[in-house]
């Protein structure tokens, strides 16, 4: 069965970096498209951030130029690395097999604070 397991979250003050990874199992890593989602306190779910099978990324508006998405298909692990984290950034983050975050692990927190 498909298992996504993330980690890497924590608390970082504005400005400061985070890299998130995802371990996945259960399905031929290296033919799926791969997305990180985010929930933040109170709000729905929200795509972050997708890569293609030939290493084609994509980004929200609210992220781009600051995170960036990555794959190393030889380990099965999908990673994003967060940079200049801001406030809104503060969230439930999640990497899923769609942009809706239907088949999703179970998160790793991330929080932004002074």
């Known amino acids: 069965q498909v298992q996504l397991v993330e980690s890497g979250g924590g608390s970082v003050q504005p400005g400061g970096s985070l890299r998130l990874s995802c371990a996945a199992s259960?399905?031929?890593?290296?033919?799926?498209?791969m997305y990180w989602v985010r929930q933040a306190p109170g709000k729905e779910l929200e795509w972050v951030s997708r890569?293609?099978?030939?290493?084609?990324?994509m980004y929200a508006n609210s992220v781009k130029g600051r995170f960036t998405i990555s794959r190393d298909n030889s380990k099965n692990m999908l990673y994003l690395q967060m940079n200049n984290l801001k406030f809104e950034d503060t969230a439930l983050y999640y990497c899923?097999?769609?942009?809706?975050?239907?088949?999703r692990g179970q998160g790793t927190q991330v929080t932004v604070s002074s």
């Open positions: 259960g399905f031929t890593f290296r033919n799926a498209v």
């Open positions: 899923a097999m769609d942009n809706s975050g239907t088949t």
């Open positions: 890569i293609n099978i030939y290493n084609d990324t």
